[in-house]
T-cell receptor, first 113, second 115 residues
Framework: DADVTQTPRNRITKTGKRIMLECSQTKGHDRMYWYRQDPGLGLRLIYYSFDVKDINKGEISDGYSVSRQAQAKFSLSLESAIPNQTALYFC????????????FGPGTRLTVL | GNSVTQMEGPVTLSEEAFLTINCTYTATGYPSLFWYVQYPGEGLQLLLKATKADDKGSNKGFEATYRKETTSFHLEKGSVQVSDSAVYFCALSADSGAGSYQLTFGKGTKLSVIP
C-alpha cells in the first residue's frame, strides 16, 4: 500500500462549488504539506502543518483552507472554486528528524469549469 | 529569498546519450539540494540529494555534485534509457526561520528519450 494517499485522484467541478481534497499517510511523519503544480511553474506551496495544532500559510494560500484532523490526515478545501484553481495538487509529508526530505502522494487532478 | 533556476525543456535525447540538466540556486545560509523525478501520471519521487558543499548525490546512474562556489547542482547521467523519460525538478531546502525548512522547486525539465 502507498505511504501517502490522496482522494479523489481526479475531480471535475463547477465554479462556486466547495471542494475538499484529502490526504492520508502511514509514514508516521509529523509534517504535512499541500502543493499545486501548474505547467511551467513547478510546485508552489499552499499550506503546511508541523503538527496537529500547527497550520501555516505557504506561498499561495489565498482561496484555500486546510484542516489537520489527525497526525495522519491533512485536508485541503476550496471554499468557492474558480477556474484558475484548475491544477494538479500534491500532498507531501516529512519527518522533523529528517526535515529536508519530503515524500509525495500521487496527486489529485482538479478541473474547475 | 530562496530560488531555483533550471534549464527549460523539453529535452529530447536518443537512448544511450549523455544527459545534463543544469540547476543553479540562490539561498541564504547552507541549503540542502535535491533532484526529484516525476514519471507520467505519478507524484514526485526523490532521486538524489546532497546536504553540504562538494557532496555528490547519486542514484540509478544519475549524479549531481553540490558546488557552493558556482551555486549549482547539475544533474548528469552517462547513458539515458527510454525509462528515464520524466519531468525532473531541482529543489532546495533551507531554513525559512525558527527551524521551518521548506522546499523551493525549479520549474521542472521534461526529458523524453527516444529509442
Amino acid at each position: 500500500d502507498a505511504d501517502v494517499t490522496q482522494t479523489p485522484r481526479n475531480r471535475i467541478t463547477k465554479t462556486g462549488k466547495r471542494i475538499m481534497l484529502e490526504c492520508s499517510q502511514t509514514k508516521g511523519h509529523d509534517r504535512m504539506y499541500w502543493y499545486r503544480q501548474d505547467p511551467g511553474l513547478g510546485l508552489r506551496l499552499i499550506y503546511y502543518s508541523f503538527d496537529v495544532k500547527d497550520i501555516n500559510k505557504g506561498e499561495i494560500s489565498d482561496g484555500y483552507s486546510v484542516s489537520r484532523q489527525a497526525q495522519a490526515k491533512f485536508s485541503l478545501s476550496l471554499e468557492s472554486a474558480i477556474p484558475n484553481q484548475t491544477a494538479l495538487y500534491f500532498c507531501a509529508t516529512s519527518d522533523s528528524g529528517r526535515r529536508h526530505e519530503q515524500f509525495f502522494g500521487p496527486g489529485t487532478r482538479l478541473t474547475v469549469l | 529569498g530562496n530560488s531555483v533556476t533550471q534549464m527549460e525543456g523539453p529535452v529530447t535525447l536518443s537512448e544511450e546519450a549523455f544527459l545534463t540538466i543544469n540547476c543553479t540556486y540562490t539561498a541564504t545560509g547552507y541549503p540542502s539540494l535535491f533532484w526529484y523525478v516525476q514519471y507520467p501520471g505519478e507524484g514526485l519521487q526523490l532521486l538524489l540529494k546532497a546536504t553540504k558543499a562538494d557532496d555528490k548525490g547519486s542514484n540509478k546512474g544519475f549524479e549531481a555534485t553540490y558546488r557552493k562556489e558556482t551555486t549549482s547542482f547539475h544533474l548528469e547521467k552517462g547513458s539515458v534509457q527510454v525509462s528515464d523519460s520524466a519531468v525532473y525538478f531541482c529543489a532546495l531546502s533551507a531554513d525559512s526561520g525558527a527551524g521551518s525548512y521548506q522546499l523551493t522547486f525549479g520549474k521542472g525539465t521534461k526529458l523524453s528519450v527516444i529509442p
